[in-house]
């Protein structure tokens, strides 16, 4: 039993983790022991987010890049690679929303969210995957929704295609990198108090709404996510392969 769960050793990148669910997840990776590479489009504030895990005696180096730049992604793994000598855990975690009614969608905001939260992972998974194949080892843990499987929102076409997308991507490269020793899973969290979704919780009818219908009654705290990413990255989900884990307080379960 004793290290099952340990990343000691480990380096990890967590995309889009200066804040909300990426930052929670990049804290309880280095906190179980992994380098955790930050990443964000700000470098100041990816800066601040290295110092903070350093100050509690955690490893972390960061990698400001823009997940939708392919060859900023690329060369920001190949550093790491460089540094550390290895990459073991990708969390795709970067992700936007756009909400509009269908009618009104503006195509550039369906291509601007695809990108981010479909083209980025399945680039980040392609380059990541290289050194992982080269070390017989690897995680690749897509953050995608409960949006993304069986059930949808109005106005958030982009987002639910996108996440639904994230989801069978995770099931291809499942099948397509197990015989290297890599696993790949997603992560469907429900409903997380983050900035994202700060102008939905303001709303009180929303707010009420989401509480009820979800049987732990409350939304989530962002360190929530960590036990179930932890998991999945670690030794005691060697055999844990193409599977979607909800994290949602029994959403979508419920009638
Ligand atoms: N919160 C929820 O309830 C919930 C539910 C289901 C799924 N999710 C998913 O969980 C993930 C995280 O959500 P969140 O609520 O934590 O979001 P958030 O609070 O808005 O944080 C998003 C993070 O992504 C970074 N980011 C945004 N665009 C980026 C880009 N193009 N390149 C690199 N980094 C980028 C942001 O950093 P910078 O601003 O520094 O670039 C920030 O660190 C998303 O994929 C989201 O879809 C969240």
Redesign the pocket.
């Known amino acids: 039993m004793e290290g099952l769960f340990s990343l000691a050793g480990r380096v990890a990148l967590v995309?889009?983790?200066?804040?909300?669910?990426?930052?929670?997840m990049a804290e309880g990776l280095a906190r179980a022991g992994a380098h955790v590479v930050i990443?964000?489009?700000?470098a100041d504030?990816?800066a601040a987010r290295v110092k903070e895990l350093a100050g509690w005696g955690c490893t972390a180096s960061g990698a400001s890049?823009?997940?939708?730049d392919a060859a900023e992604g690329k060369a920001a793994i190949e550093r790491i690679v460089a540094e550390r000598g290895r990459l073991d855990v990708l969390v795709?975690?970067?992700?936007?929303?756009h909400r509009a009614p269908l009618l009104e969608f503006p195509e550039a905001d369906w291509r601007r969210v695809l990108d981010?939260?479909l083209t980025?992972p399945f680039r980040l998974a392609q380059a990541a995957s290289g050194p992982m194949i080269a070390n017989r080892w690897g995680r690749i843990i897509n953050?995608?929704?409960?949006?993304g499987a069986n059930i949808a929102r109005p106005t958030t076409p982009a987002?639910t295609a996108a996440?639904g997308g994230l989801t069978a991507l995770t099931r291809a490269l499942a099948v397509e990198l197990a015989p290297h020793g890599i696993t790949c899973n997603a992560v469907?969290?429900?409903?997380?108090?983050?900035?994202?979704?700060a102008p939905l919780r303001a709303r009180a009818d929303f707010n009420a709404q989401i509480c009820a219908r979800t049987p732990l009654g409350r939304?989530?705290e962002?360190s929530e996510i960590i036990g179930p990413v932890v998991f999945l990255a670690s030794d005691a989900a060697s055999f844990v392969t193409g599977h979607c884990l909800t994290v949602d307080g029994g959403m979508v379960v419920a009638l």
């Not at 995309?15 to 929670?24: E, H, K, Y």
């Not at 795709?92 to 929303?97: F, L, V």
């Not at 469907?188 to 979704?197: D, I, S």
């Open positions: 995309t889009g983790s200066t804040r909300g669910l990426g930052w929670a990443n964000g489009t700000g504030r990816v890049f823009d997940v939708t795709n975690n970067a992700g936007i929303s981010v939260d980025a953050i995608a929704s409960i949006v987002y996440k469907a969290p429900g409903y997380f108090a983050t900035e994202l979704n939304w989530a962002p």
